[in-house]
Each structure stands twice: as C-alpha cells, then as structure tokens.
C-alpha cells in the first residue's frame, strides 16, 4: 500500500533547487513522507541539491546505526515510493537493485555499482557532526556513493547532545547551495567539505 501525497507537494519538489532531509526521528518523521507513491521519482527528477542532515545524537529508533544507515534507509524509502520501472520496487531498502526492462541484472554490474546509482538520485550531500556520540560517518563510502560529506563540530547542549553550530550550519548550507548575498564569511575551523 502507498498513499498518495498531496499534488501541491510533489510540484513544489520537482520546482525546488533544494530538498533537505531535515534533522527528526527516521522512521516516525521521515521515513513517511518519502514512502508516499511518486515522492522518490520527485526528488530523482528534480533537486539539483538533496541534502541529508544527520542528529548530532543516535536516539532509540537509530541506536547503533553509522551514517550509511541512515543513508541506505533514505534511499529505501525513496526507491519505495518510485514510479521509475527501472527500480525493483522491493519494500525492502537494502535489496532494492536496478534492471534493466525485461528484469534482468545489466552487464558489468555489481551492488557498489548498483547502490552508487540509486544513492546519487536521492542524496547528493550528508551533512554531520563530528563527535564520539553522534552516528559515525565512514567518508571513503560516502565519497563511492557520490555523496559529498560536510564535517561540522558541533556543541554540547544542556541534555548533554551534540548540537550544531548554527553560524557553521548556515555557512554550510550556503556553501552547498551557493552564497546568495555574498556577504557570508568562513568559519576555518567550524566547516570542511569534501
């Protein structure tokens, strides 16, 4: 079963420059408004920039999970709500691969292949905090996968969560999308892409 979402939604999608995989709960808050039939095939289509922001903290929906998780459970769900018949709309994120029309495997291919392509419609950027108890992020994948990994350092909040910086967060939003007024400077120290 996937319900359909609103039109509205889908057009302001396929319109934007930007979609962001705002910081929430992946499976109560995220994970359904992108299973939604038709949202995976708006975000393959449209955004020049997808940009996944990780929590400054593992909560207990995510405990354990690195920041490839988090990725691989984006991509499932978007490959889920897909209309592309070139995906294999398995509800299953981890075993969702691409064939070819008559279902078949295409030559020459291999998972890392497989999941390069699916990632790279979904998610162009991963932002992070660089922190012992924040997910860890392996950037050797991320770089594989074709997603560009921005590092933040962020602060300890009065919970005692990691919390980003919300100078370096913006100058890191403007760096992705491209400064618009001109008049943003970097922070060294706070910011690396790449």
């Given amino acids: 079963m996937h319900?359909?979402?609103?039109?509205?939604?889908?057009?302001?999608?396929?319109?934007?420059?930007?979609?962001?995989?705002?910081?929430g709960s992946l499976y109560t808050s995220l994970?359904?408004?992108l299973i939604l039939m038709g949202i995976g095939t708006a975000i393959a289509n449209g955004p020049r920039f997808k940009i996944l922001i990780l929590n400054g903290s593992l909560d207990r929906?995510?405990?354990?999970?690195?920041?490839?998780?988090?990725?691989k459970a984006v991509v499932g769900c978007c490959d889920a709500s897909s209309s592309s018949s070139t995906l294999n709309h398995s509800p299953a994120a981890a075993t969702t691969v691409?064939?070819?029309?008559?279902?078949?495997?295409?030559k020459n291919s291999n998972k890392d292949?497989?999941?390069?392509?699916?990632?790279?419609?979904y998610i162009t950027h991963l932002i992070y905090i660089d922190h012992p108890t924040a997910p860890y992020v392996d950037r050797e994948m991320l770089s594989a996968w074709g997603i560009e990994g921005v590092r933040l350092y962020g602060r300890k909040g009065e919970d005692g969560k990691m919390r980003y910086d919300e100078k370096a967060?913006?100058?890191?939003l403007g760096a992705i999308l491209g400064r618009r007024d001109g008049k943003e400077r970097s922070r060294r120290n706070t910011l690396e892409v790449g």
């Avoid at 929906?61 to 990725?71: R, S």
């Fill in 3 to 23: 319900p359909s979402p609103n039109p509205k939604a889908v057009a302001a999608i396929q319109a934007s420059d930007a979609v962001i995989y705002s910081i």
């Fill in 31 to 33: 994970a359904p408004s």
């Fill in 61 to 71: 929906e995510t405990g354990g999970f690195e920041g490839i998780d988090f990725v």
């Fill in 98 to 106: 691409v064939v070819n029309d008559d279902g078949t495997k295409p």
């Fill in 113 to 121: 292949d497989d999941m390069k392509i699916r990632v790279k419609q």
């Fill in 169 to 172: 967060f913006g100058q890191a």
